[in-house]
């Protein structure tokens, strides 16, 4: 029995261990994708959003993702313009949300041309 619980105390640490192993920006770049932002520029994006995103506000972002997920049918990579991304994050109640990925999309658009 003892034994038992070892074993599952064994995989619930490497689990959790594999988790701690994804990064915010990681993350980040998913949830945009699987918003529907192209991944270029989600790849863009993520890694400012990361460095400047408190993990409150994180978690967030993460329902913006997730509403957009709701709606599977509507979602495709590269369907949901950054006008969309900005708009949808007045959502969340958190100007300092707007105004760092406001800078991430325009630092990305500028960027890119």
């Known amino acids: 029995m003892q034994l038992r619980l070892k074993k599952h105390f064994f995989a619930l640490g490497c689990l959790a261990a594999?988790?701690?192993?994804?990064?915010?920006?990681?993350?980040?770049?998913?949830?945009?994708v699987d918003a529907g932002l192209n991944a270029a520029m989600a790849q863009c994006m993520a890694k400012p959003m990361a460095q400047q995103l408190s993990t409150q506000q994180l978690l967030k972002l993460r329902s913006f993702s997730k509403s957009?997920?709701?709606n599977p049918g509507n979602v495709r990579q590269?369907?949901?313009s950054l006008g969309d991304v900005v708009n949808g994050m007045y959502?969340?109640?958190d100007p300092e949300i707007v105004a760092i990925v406001a800078a991430a999309a325009l630092?990305?658009?500028l960027s890119a041309k």
Request: glycine fraction near 8%; charge should be positive; proline fraction near 4%.
């Open 18 to 32: 594999l988790a701690a192993c994804v990064s915010p920006e990681t993350n980040i770049r998913r949830g945009l």
């Open 68 to 70: 957009k997920e709701r």
């Open 78 to 80: 590269g369907s949901l």
């Open 91 to 93: 959502a969340l109640n």
């Open 107 to 109: 630092q990305c658009t």
